[in-house]
């Protein structure tokens, strides 16, 4: 296992992560930020907002929201795009009443038409409690459905695009690069959302569920969806800066949520569980938590020196 001299990043990042000259991949690719001509890169999005207005019925794009910092910015752009959205939402079943406040905010603040899917409890649990026996995780029943549900609401009411923000494969270790603008797939669902675990990893001699009731969990067929529906990372467009996105949220009513694990109260503000249990969790598998995330992003974008990352680190 070996440390890219930038950032916190090591090569036993789940995602895959190469280093040249010391340098991590994440690092190189984040370097591309600074060279995009990022007006180009806003006017293809728009010739896609254009193509999504020209093939919708009803609404022109799928929004998948939990209720977080991000999802205010990327409904935001949408909207100046000139989009009709359908905010849709996975019920965790996971947040505190700051996270249900944000959700409940961001669709009023906006006046968005929204869906907000509660899973049948019994199967929910099940779930979680097999994924936390065989891969000590308790958000992959959750995951499976955030980014699959999305999607069969976009098939079933025939909206022809669906809009993630950023793309954690990319922002975190650059497997791509910006100009190849990867969109949704199954396969890049299970590799970057999922870790590899699709809803069949809990199924057969883990949870004792009916089959019948998987349905969301499992990613529309290739040939339902075929090229009629498109998804897009709007990360790929615009030049992404977390920190900056999410405390310009403030000004549309979002409430940030301070914890002690983390100097950045916008991401996953609102969770009962994010910082506790499942961080301890992330810990046990992977040998890092979520501020090493946060400590990396903020190195990247010239925020804070090394040391000062370091110190921080401890501190956390």
């Excluded at 057969?204 to 339902?224: C, L």
């Excluded at 979520?290 to 925020?303: A, M, P, Q, V």
């Amino acid at each position: 296992m070996a440390q890219c001299k930038s950032c916190l990043y090591t090569t036993n990042h789940p995602f895959g992560l190469t280093l040249s000259d010391g340098l991590c991949s994440g690092c190189l690719t984040h370097g591309e930020k600074y060279q995009i001509n990022w007006s180009e890169k806003y006017q293809e999005l728009t010739v896609i907002a254009q193509w999504a207005k020209g093939k919708s019925q009803t609404y022109d794009c799928v929004v998948p929201v939990i209720g977080d910092a991000e999802d205010f910015y990327v409904v935001s752009k949408v909207l100046e795009l000139g989009l009709n959205p359908l905010v849709v939402s996975v019920n965790s079943y996971f947040l505190n009443n700051i996270g249900w406040s944000n959700l409940q905010h961001l669709i009023t603040h906006f006046d968005v038409d929204s869906w907000i899917y509660n899973p049948e409890i019994q199967t929910y649990k099940e779930l979680i409690r097999t994924s936390l026996r065989k891969h000590n995780h308790m958000y992959l029943p959750w995951l499976q459905l955030h980014s699959s549900f999305p999607v069969h609401v976009a098939k079933e009411k025939n909206i022809p695009l669906v809009v993630w923000g950023g793309h954690q494969a990319v922002e975190q270790v650059g497997k791509f690069s910006h100009h190849d603008t990867v969109e949704m797939s199954s396969w890049s669902r299970i590799e970057h959302d999922l870790f590899g675990n699709d809803i069949d990893t809990l199924m057969g001699n883990g949870a004792q569920v009916n089959e019948r009731k998987v349905n969301y969990y499992h990613y529309p067929s290739i040939s339902t969806l075929g090229k009629n529906i498109r998804g897009i990372y709007l990360s790929n467009y615009i030049q992404w800066d977390p920190l900056n996105q999410n405390q310009s949220t403030l000004a549309f009513g979002f409430i940030p949520e301070s914890n002690r694990y983390t100097f950045d109260p916008y991401e996953r503000a609102g969770s009962s569980t994010y910082y506790g249990v499942h961080d301890l969790m992330k810990f046990e598998r992977l040998g890092y938590k979520k501020i090493t995330d946060h400590i990396t992003r903020e190195l990247r974008h010239g925020r804070i020196q090394h040391l000062e990352g370091e110190r921080l680190l401890q501190l956390y």
